[in-house]
């Protein structure tokens, strides 16, 4: 069966969204606000038709995509490649210690954005290479009409810029528990239908990450 449309699922709310710490790969576990978000989405995505549900093996991720499963009744799929950035010594900090402890690598990360890699971490680019190769195979495998994909900011953006041919998904915002809609248009070509939606959790808190802000990394 051809995908026609992907739905991609930033996670629910953890502790760290809430300090603004940097999360890269450490294990945080949604907070009991992102598992009542998850609980939220779970309901509105019922009735959508998701055949197949891929996720990022992060715990915040894995939570959130069992949440999801439990409900659209599927088992998750997870794909350590759909991982959030590796942010190597600077995980866990807030952009202030980053800003005042790194000060000369922070000006080579923000004059050099997708190439700086952080030490001990990953690049953009690095990102994004292994993020091409998984939704490369996800396309091939197919697996029905909508498929979901939960996973972070930087993977989301990647995904979308390949897909939509669209350098400015880079400037694009992703509030927890969002979903962005990209589905496939008559002539062959993907469209993004919803960006950063939030309207399923109706009214209840979100946190976004992304765009222009520094706290694009």
């Known amino acids: 069966m051809v995908v026609k449309r992907f739905m991609f699922i930033r996670p629910g709310e953890t502790d760290w969204n809430r300090l603004n ?4 790969q450490v ?16 309901q509105f995505m019922r009735p959508l038709g998701i055949q197949t549900l891929y996720s990022s093996n992060l715990r915040r991720a894995s939570d959130t995509a069992k949440i999801l499963a439990s409900t659209l009744n599927t088992k998750p799929i997870y794909d350590q490649r759909l991982r959030e950035r590796h942010m190597g010594e600077w995980q866990g900090l807030v952009l202030n210690e980053i800003k005042t402890w790194y000060p000369k690598k922070y000006k080579q990360l923000r004059a050099r954005p ?8 990953e690049s953009r680019r690095q990102v994004m ?36 041919k669209n350098e400015d998904a880079f400037d694009m915002e992703f509030s927890n528990l969002s979903v ?9 070509e993907w469209e ?10 109706d009214g209840m ?13």
């Open 180 to 188: 962005t809609t990209v589905a496939q248009q008559a002539s062959g």
């Open 114 to 121: 997708f190439e700086y890699q952080i030490e001990g971490g």
């Open 129 to 164: 290479a292994r993020v091409q190769a998984c939704f490369a195979d996800i396309l091939a495998r197919g697996g029905g009409e909508t498929i979901g994909i939960v996973s972070h900011t930087t993977a989301i953006m990647t995904i979308l810029s390949v897909l939509t």
């Open 21 to 24: 710490r940097w999360q890269g």
């Open 192 to 201: 993004i239908t919803q960006l950063n939606d939030v309207s399923h959790l």
């Open 27 to 42: 294990e945080i576990p949604l907070n009991a606000h992102g598992i009542e978000q998850s609980k939220r989405l779970a």
């Open 205 to 217: 808190p979100t946190l976004t990450l992304g765009g222009s802000s520094e706290y694009d990394l």
